[in-house]
């Protein structure tokens, strides 16, 4: 396993993210049709609060110092509770990502008891700083839609991506950092198991974002076909003003 490859490969991916009561990691996880709108992926309890009480959130790639605020108004975030997962969906403006995000592991697949992952994260002892972690699955709970691993994870690694591959073409994301869970036997912190996510919510949300597309793609030609047919004064007065179709079809798909 080429470690220094493959987190050479996913650290421009990983971003900050700063609530007022704390902060944890995440990456990119998706675009929308034209890559103005991005989905970023972390754990739910990072930004549940934030968004429970339409509190701002910054989020930054540390690698290059681009950095985006995000007013209650400015994002759609889709929350997964009992996953720990969440998707904060914004216009990416001038926030300074790769152009390809990395691949998720698709839906339908597992990764393997016994297989080597990987992680990433800004822990607590060192906020700025991107740190590694690496482990082995010991375990997949379907229930939970969750992976027990033999690794740790420090507060402030909460929501960074957990990957896997044998070298750099073969790398995918697995799933996201979402609790460490000491022994306590005896009192004493022993070692234990970190708990990860997998990215099922991710796949179900970057799946609601490509259908709001395929559709504001359709009323899109829709609405040219009609400006290519002969109008009356009437008819061009009463034509609405473009919207914004993306944002719009992605909040109605949260409330829904």
């Known amino acids: 396993m080429n470690w220094d490859a493959l987190i050479s490969e996913i650290s421009p991916h990983v971003v900050r993210i700063s609530t007022p009561t704390g902060y944890g990691t995440g990456f990119l996880a998706f675009y929308n049709h034209d890559a103005s709108w991005c989905g970023i992926a972390t754990a739910a309890h990072v930004v549940a609060h934030a968004d429970e009480w339409q509190q701002p959130i910054r989020i930054t790639v540390e690698g290059n110092g681009s950095t985006i605020c995000l007013g209650s108004n400015d994002r759609i975030i889709f929350l997964d509770r009992p996953r720990d997962s969440a998707v904060v969906f914004f216009v990416k403006g001038n926030l300074n990502l790769p152009q390809v995000p990395i691949t998720l592991l698709p839906a339908n697949d597992r990764c393997a008891v016994g297989s080597e992952v990987g992680w990433l994260g800004y822990p607590e002892i060192d906020s700025e700083q991107l740190c590694f972690f690496a482990g082995t699955v010991s375990a997949r709970k379907d229930i939970t839609n969750a992976y027990l691993i033999d690794g740790v994870a420090i507060n402030g690694v909460s929501g960074g991506p957990v990957f896997h591959g044998h070298d750099v073409p073969h790398i995918q994301i697995v799933g996201s950092t ?18 990860a996510q997998d990215i099922s919510h991710f796949q179900d949300s970057a799946n609601k974002i490509q259908s709001t597309d395929q559709e504001a793609k359709q009323r899109f030609e829709e609405e ?25 079809g992605a909040a109605k798909l949260k409330e829904a």
């Open 178 to 195: 979402s609790a460490y869970f000491p022994n306590m036997r005896g009192g004493q912190a022993l070692p234990g198991l970190m708990r």
């Open 224 to 248: 040219q076909r009609k400006k290519a047919e002969p109008q009356s004064e009437t008819e061009k007065a009463a034509t609405p003003k473009p919207k914004d179709t993306v944002g719009a």
